[in-house]
């Protein structure tokens, strides 16, 4: 599904006593954030004046947000980029745009399901998949993903045998 903007990150905590707040990237390496200059915060455009990487987190100071006490305002809010602004590799989509596309058997061209959740683990991520039952797809190009075609909402993926029963 094409979206206008994708959740990136959410801010976790207030960082020092000068206005910069944690945020925690959604899906990706930390560093992927600080290549933003404009993110949505509130439904609204915000520019941070600084942003650095810090352990697993992006730290960042926002205009106007001067002390702890504005950063602390500021947690539990999510972080929005532009689509249009995400210069992703050819073939590469993230998370939330995956979300509802139908997927098909490649060899087959039998409709399984529904892509219904992506779920990140230390070696790749998972797909669920929801049709006639419940399977799971490893997200490996190439031995299970077989091609993505957003314009069509479709995901084709080679079945192993043993894969979609139960």
Not at 1 to 27: F, S, W, Y
Not at 112 to 135: M, N, S, W
Request: charged share 25%; proline share 5%; net charge negative.
């Amino acid at each position: 599904m094409k979206l206008e903007t994708i959740q990136v990150g959410r801010i976790v905590n207030a960082h020092g006593i000068r206005g910069e707040v944690r945020v925690q990237p959604r899906d990706s390496d930390p560093a992927f954030l600080t290549q933003f200059n404009t993110f949505l915060l509130d439904g609204q455009p915000v520019s941070p004046t600084a942003s650095h990487v810090h352990k697993s987190l992006v730290l960042m100071k926002f205009p106007g947000v001067d002390d702890m006490t504005a950063a602390l305002a500021l947690k539990d809010k999510a972080l929005y980029i532009r689509r249009a602004d995400a210069c992703l590799p050819a073939g590469e989509y993230f998370d939330d745009e995956l979300l509802g596309l139908d997927v098909y058997n490649a060899d087959t061209g039998e409709c399984l399901g529904e892509l219904v959740r992506v779920d990140p683990y230390p070696a790749h991520k998972v797909y669920t998949v929801r049709g006639r039952r419940e399977f799971l797809v490893p997200a490996v190009k190439g031995a299970f993903i077989h091609s993505v075609q957003m314009e069509d909402n479709r995901m084709e993926i080679h079945v192993w045998e043993g894969m979609t029963d139960q």
